[in-house]
């Protein structure tokens, strides 16, 4: 078998020189005949001819030898090639549009697909990524990767795995020469590097003295960081730097090659605990398995730790959570997962409908072409040749589609890249091999499918009709259509439940950018920077920050007031349980809510309304007595809805003052949308405990905003940021934002998902209207005839028109009501992603329906219009 | 199989073979000239033989048949096939009416 199979191999190598290695040999042998015949006494020329004949038939012998090589199945291919590229060069508009149709269909799945590569399919780019896991708590209605400082005390003295825990990523201020800079910092434990398996550049990680409450400071920097700031000098480590207004000593540089999961400048020990943000759910463990220790084994150990944890800590309630492990960094992609293979599913829709639109192309082209089969077939060429011909035609067509595909794909990335992005993408996307591998096969099954059937429909011609009907050319031959109708009312089906779909996405954004917003963001500019910061670690020196800045950028000309906030609208805000006690309830109740620290002027810069009682003022200060504002949320669920009640906790019971209207906010507890209001207490800054002072901003950066009487300006973001640096020459501004930025950011996914899916849904709908445009330009072409007829005896121009539109238009309904059926079935897929809108919004059915038999109607017409220049009189004459 | 046989006998071009078969067969097969190459170039393209380009004992190039090794056990599996088929035959034809 393998000696056969290097003879092919060697065959198809040779095959150019084989033609002149047979002669050769034959020659050869004719030679060797002829001088032995010499040798034996015959004369040369007698002994030449006597040779040649007994060799036989030279030609001939070498065309059986060719046969015999195996090499007309080469011959063939490569005949067959170079006669689909002449027959292609011949008929250039099919074969841009068929080109230029498979091209779009392959490029956006190829984009699609490098996508789901990425966040799907790729390895992890650490060592062993199959060893390396989440724990996850499992709960009946799924899993999720958050974890107490319970949890990672009863974890991480495992024996079968190592363990690290991580902590959410901030950023901070980094003091290099004489200024500060912004930077991304994330906070992971002793063992972080080793657990992911990646190497240090220069120094160490964490040890285990600096990962301990009240240990020594320490950092490790990023590569990138390193050389940015520090020139990539290795005596870095070992020196202390000025990170968060203190000194920390410089451990270790990562790895050049080391991509993290975002974007990461430096590295802090996040010293897990049972206490403060250890208390809640705040940190991500992972773990690595041992080697020689199989996942079972682990996943044992993880439990039965987990259950302990879970029993020591147990309420009166009933335990429904186990603690397991996950493949790291898949946990969390659930809802991601979804909405990929929502999208992959709509640019599958796209490539169906595009292959139904190639496959009609070429019915039309085969028909055009039957005469030459028909002839082909009369002067006896085989059904296998001729199918063989079509199919090397189309895969022709289609490799050439899909290297054209290939380009656009990475085109629509670079288009997309906005939200594409938003997916959380953090591996490069690139056409690696699997993409490549996807794309090709891709190819080759759509061009085969496509080119197969009209293939087999040409095939099967009636020779003598063909022929026959070659000589009378008049009637339009109906009897081939139903095929092509057929198709072009799937593709006009299956583009209306893409239409449909994204008019549901489309709705959901503009339902959440209309929601009321509750304050007015207008002429309002944002600018945050980091408080985590050991300069800003009590409520004295926070609140003289705040007052110095916001009396300074009050100074600006043209600005109406400013004031700091740890939240703005829009954001995500902290949460926490309080004790609420109101004049109604007997009892303490205690209640879990949002929380916000402001300046007085907050309220009157964002012009939220107040609803009852007071808003803050200067006088109420550090010692002043405690005062809260609630929100209507809050009082309403809370407090029966008046102003009454106190909030009570450890350290005081602050009465509640006011009650003010309701923002958008994305939640935080309960999952209702992607924005609502909550249940929100503001505290006056300068009563917020330096704890909490402590604790908010290691996860949040404050903001602070400034309203102007005109739009924000370069100006004004300078005015700030030279306000800010009047107090703190190195308090570095992380960002300039408006209230619309913060919308957006928070509506990214609804956005992205609109978005693409109207992209989609747009590129569906076109292919469907050159569908439609084909079988109406075809019909009238074949009855203009007919139609010259009618006119001649009187018809008017409209009604020709009407009737010739009328396929078109009727096709167009058609395929609404079939494809209004179809998208009733599979809109159910989106309902975890529709917000103010239900999948059946009958409002969303009608509207896209009728707009694509609207955009039918217009396809139909472009095509009908050419008999307005019909001259009747020339149709009769033309035959 | 007479190819093959002939082949097995060392390296040998196209007329080499002819000539091999006529000599071994003592002029009783012979083989049309014509249909050799056919027959060669199939069996090459089976596996079953290979060639090469060498030079011929009067110095010219010409292309060399050997065996492969599924060549040899073809050869020896249709040897001992043909052998019980000739023997049988033998039997067959040489058998006497009294034997009966």
């Not at chain 1, 240090?200 to 590569?223: H, I, N």
């Not at chain 1, 409520?539 to 920050?545: P, S």
């Not at chain 1, 919004?841 to 009908?864: E, N, R, Y």
Request: net charge positive; glycine share 10%.
């Amino acid at each position: 078998m393998l000696d056969r199979i290097r003879a092919v191999v060697r065959g198809f190598r040779n095959r150019n020189r084989l033609g002149a290695d047979m002669d050769d040999e034959m020659r050869f042998h004719i030679d060797q005949c002829r001088q032995d015949l010499i040798r034996k006494g015959m004369p040369p020329d007698e002994a030449r001819w006597q040779a040649r004949r007994a060799f036989g038939n030279l030609s001939q012998t070498q065309e059986q030898a060719r046969k015999a090589k195996g090499l007309p199945v080469f011959d063939e291919l490569i005949r067959n090639t170079a006669y689909a590229v002449r027959q292609l060069k011949r008929a250039p508009g099919f074969a841009a549009a068929v080109i230029m149709t498979l091209a779009l269909c392959i490029g956006v799945n190829t984009a699609v697909f490098s996508v789901i590569d990425a966040v799907m399919l790729r390895r992890l780019p650490y060592p062993q990524p199959e060893r390396l896991f989440d724990v996850v708590r499992e709960f009946p209605s799924g899993a999720i990767t958050s974890q107490d400082g319970f949890a990672w005390e009863g974890l991480k003295d495992g024996n079968s795995y190592t363990v690290a825990a991580i902590g959410g990523i901030l950023g901070v201020n980094l003091a290099a020469g004489n200024r500060a800079f912004y930077v991304h910092q994330q906070r992971v434990s002793a063992h972080y590097f080793s657990v992911l398996g990646i190497p240090m550049a220069q120094g160490r990680e964490f040890d285990l003295a600096e990962d301990r409450d009240g240990g020594p400071d320490a950092v490790v920097l990023s590569y990138p960081i390193w050389k940015r700031f520090f020139n990539a000098d290795p005596s870095i480590v070992g020196r202390t730097i000025l990170l968060r207004g203190s000194p920390f000593l410089v451990v270790g540089v990562s790895s050049a090659s080391f991509i993290p999961q975002e974007e990461v400048d430096l590295w802090t020990p996040l010293r897990p605990s049972t206490k403060g943000e250890g208390g809640g759910t705040n940190y991500q463990i992972m773990l690595r398995l041992k080697p020689g220790v199989t996942v079972a084994e682990t996943q044992a150990e993880v439990q039965s730790r987990g259950a302990a944890v879970f029993e020591a800590r147990k309420s009166s309630e009933p335990i429904h959570v186990r603690m397991s492990i996950a493949q790291f960094d898949k946990t969390d992609q659930a809802g991601l997962r979804e909405r990929l293979l929502i999208l992959w599913a709509a640019v599958g829709v796209v490539l169906v409908i595009g292959c139904v639109n190639i496959a009609a192309l070429m019915l039309a082209r085969g028909a055009t072409r039957r005469r030459e089969m028909g002839t082909r077939i009369a002067l006896g060429g085989g059904m296998g040749p001729l199918i063989r011909q079509l199919t090397t035609e189309s895969v022709v067509l289609g490799l050439m589609g899909g290297a054209a595909g290939l380009a656009l794909g990475f085109a629509v990335i670079q288009a997309l890249h906005r939200w594409i992005a938003e997916y959380g993408v953090w591996q490069d996307l690139r056409l690696d091999s699997t993409v490549l591998l996807a794309t090709l096969a891709l190819t080759l099954v759509v061009s085969i499918a496509c080119g197969l059937a009209p293939a087999i429909q040409a095939a099967r011609v009636d020779v003598r009709a063909t022929l026959l009907e070659g000589g009378s050319r008049g009637v339009a031959g109906g009897g081939s259509h139903w095929l092509r109708r057929t198709l072009v009312l799937a593709e006009v089906a299956l583009s209306l439940v893409l239409l449909v779909g994204a008019g549901l996405l489309i709705r959901t954004l503009l339902h959440l950018e209309n929601l009321t917003p509750g304050f007015d963001g207008t002429n309002v500019l944002a600018a945050s920077a980091s408080l985590q910061d050991a300069r800003y670690a009590d409520t004295k020196n926070i609140n003289r920050l705040f007052r110095d800045t916001t009396q300074t950028m009050e100074k600006i000309p043209g600005v109406q007031g400013a004031a700091v906030a740890l939240h703005l609208p829009y954001q995500r805000w902290l949460n926490s349980g309080v004790n609420v006690r109101s004049g109604t309830d007997s009892q303490d109740r205690e209640v879990g809510t949002s929380m916000n620290y402001v300046t007085p002027e907050y309220f009157s810069v964002l012009r939220i309304p107040l609803r009852d009682g007071r808003l803050f003022t200067d006088q109420d200060s550090s010692s002043s007595a405690p005062v809260v504002v609630v929100n209507e949320t809050f009082a309403r669920k809370f407090l029966n809805g008046h102003l009454s009640g106190y909030l009570v906790g450890k350290d005081a019971s602050r009465q509640i003052i006011g009650i003010v209207a309701d923002v958008q906010q994305q939640p935080g507890l309960q999952r209702s949308g992607p924005l609502t209001p909550e249940p929100v207490v503001y505290f006056p800054a300068t009563q917020f405990p330096t704890a909490w002072f402590q604790m908010a901003h290691t996860w949040y950066s404050p903001s602070w905003i400034v309203r102007s009487a005109g739009a924000p300006n370069e100006e004004l973001s300078r005015g700030i940021e030279q306000a800010i640096a009047s107090s703190d020459p190195m308090l570095p501004v992380a960002e300039f934002r408006s209230l619309i930025d913060e919308r957006n950011s928070a509506l990214s996914s609804q956005r992205s998902n609109a978005w693409l899916l109207g992209f989609m849904a747009a590129l569906a709908l076109a292919l469907a209207m050159v569908g439609v445009y084909g079988i109406v330009a075809n019909s009238v072409v074949e009855r203009t005839r007919e139609f010259g007829i009618r006119m001649a005896l009187g018809s008017s121009i409209g009604g020709v028109i009407r009737d010739a539109v009328a396929p078109g238009v009727i096709l167009a309904a058609l395929g609404a009501v079939l494809g209004g059926g179809l998208a009733a079935v599979s809109v159910t897929v989106l309902k975890g992603l529709l917000y103010g809108v239900q999948p059946m919004d009958p409002l969303t059915f009608v509207l896209m329906s009728v707009a694509l038999i609207g955009v039918s109607a217009i396809a139909s017409l472009l095509p009908a219009l050419s008999l307005i220049r019909l001259e009747a009189s020339s149709v009769l004459r033309q035959d | 199989m007479l190819v093959l046989k002939a082949v097995s006998l060392g390296p040998l071009h196209g007329y080499g073979i002819l000539l091999r078969i006529q000599q071994i067969s003592a002029s009783l097969l012979q083989i049309e000239q014509g249909s050799l190459y056919p027959a060669l170039y199939r069996l090459e393209q089976a596996g079953l033989i290979e060639s090469e380009w060498g030079t011929s004992d009067n110095n010219r190039r010409a292309k060399f048949y050997t065996l492969t090794r599924s060549g040899r056990s073809r050869l020896r599996k249709a040897t001992a096939e043909w052998n019980l088929f000739s023997t049988a035959m033998g039997n067959v034809l040489a058998a006497l009416p009294e034997e009966i």
